[in-house]
Nanobody
Framework: EVQVVESGGGSVQPGGSLRLSCRAS???????IGWFRQAPGKEREGIAC????????YYSDSVKGRFTISRDTTKNLVYQQMERVKPEDTAVYYC?????????????????????WGQGTQVTVSS
């Protein structure tokens, strides 16, 4: 019933910018949205989350200050604005939806909390 689709990936030069989009359809009432990425040869990591309860945003240290997660007023679109990208940002980026328990947003990056995942979109940062 629930479908999550990412878009906006592609190739970009170091120092450039890119915006990813996440569209969720179906029953997603009170779902928080997280962005994850998996670089070649590395574990998948959480990089950002926007909470459903109060729109609070969370970021990993690797992207803090460079990436911005935001939600459209329609509540079914979430963006990931990427600025000053680096070669190490090269990865498959995933959007995920989940209901995070209150008091557990300090662990927003735990994949177990997210029930619905997109197929991923490739971002390649190179000269």
């Amino acid at each position: 019933e629930v479908q999550v689709v990412e878009s906006g990936g592609g190739s970009v030069q170091p120092g450039g910018s890119l915006r990813l989009s996440c569209r969720a359809s179906g029953f997603i009432l009170n779902h928080s949205i997280g962005w994850f990425r998996q670089a070649p040869g590395k574990e998948r990591e959480g990089i950002a989350c926007i909470a459903s309860i109060d729109e609070t945003t969370y970021y990993s240290d690797s992207v803090k200050g460079r990436f911005t997660i935001s939600r459209d007023t329609t509540k079914n679109l979430v963006y990931q604005q990427m600025e000053r990208v680096k070669p190490e940002d090269t990865a498959v980026y995933y959007c995920a939806a989940g209901i995070l328990p209150r008091g557990r947003f300090n662990n927003w990056y735990i994949e177990l909390y997210y029930d619905y995942w997109g197929q991923g979109t490739q971002v390649t940062v190179s000269s």
